[in-house]
């Protein structure tokens, strides 16, 4: 079937240590994106890329790196420089050029720093 | 810059009682609106969407109408049921080539039997 692939699931970190969470998706979508969500607060955009090897920052991308090598992967780095990374990681892809702009997400990846 | 506005929750109602969440927007153009759902512990699923004014979209038993002249694009469900308990997120994506949604904060449904 086809879909979006979040791994892992669930994610424990320490203090000053780098993570990387994965994105697949298996849909030919041409755009992808990363968001952060925390509880209360909503979705918000950490990075986002409309083709292979170009990528945008969001609203909240300082701590964060992602890559764009290939067209159904699009891998998000929590760094330590990310203060605060405790969070609720969504992933999300859309046809961008074609369709009416609906995302269609992965199952998500919970992220606790220890 | 685009917004979406919706009502702060959490929302609670009894099993079988009429829904209203609220959403409206700010965008230039024509924007496509959304409606999407969250379960507990899961990503977001899209409910239903509208792509022009006067659309309403459907789904499930909820529906939403696209009204341009009061930008609102609110969810209603007739009668509501114990697993409709979820968070609902409002949502466009605008016209004219920026593939970049802005999201509503979201809505708790909480339906007691």
């Known amino acids: 079937d086809g879909g979006i692939t979040q791994s892992p699931k669930y994610l424990f970190r320490k203090e000053g240590q780098n993570v990387t969470l994965s994105c697949e998706q298996n849909?030919?979508?041409?755009?992808m994106y990363w968001y952060r969500q925390d509880p209360g607060q909503g979705l918000r955009l950490i990075y986002y890329?409309?083709?292979?090897?170009?990528?945008q920052k969001g609203d909240i991308a300082e701590g964060y790196s992602v890559s764009r090598e290939k067209k159904e992967s699009f891998p998000l780095t929590v760094t330590s420089a990310q203060k605060n990374p405790t969070a609720f990681y969504l992933c999300?892809?859309?046809?961008?050029?074609?369709?009416?702009?609906?995302?269609?997400f992965g199952e998500g990846s919970r992220l606790t720093v220890l | 810059g685009n917004s979406v506005t919706q009502m702060e929750g959490p929302v609670t109602l009894s099993e079988e009682a009429f829904l209203t969440i609220n959403c409206t927007y700010t965008?230039?153009?024509?924007?496509?609106l959304f409606w999407y759902v969250q379960y507990p512990g899961e990503g977001l699923q899209l409910l239903l969407k509208?792509?022009?004014?006067?659309d309403k979209g459907s789904n499930k038993g909820f529906e939403a109408t696209y009204r341009k002249e009061t930008t609102s694009f609110h969810l209603e469900k007739g009668s509501v049921q114990v697993s409709d308990s979820a968070v609902y997120f409002c949502?466009?994506?605008?016209?004219?080539?920026?593939?970049?949604?802005?999201f509503g904060r979201g809505t708790s449904l909480i339906v007691h039997p």
């Open positions: 999300a892809s859309s046809p961008d050029r074609v369709g009416t702009g609906e995302l269609f």
């Open positions: 949502a466009l994506m605008p016209s004219g080539g920026s593939y970049i949604p802005t």
């Open positions: 890329s409309q083709i292979v090897n170009d990528f």
């Open positions: 509208a792509t022009k004014a006067d």
């Open positions: 849909l030919n979508h041409d755009a």
């Open positions: 965008a230039t153009g024509y924007p496509s």
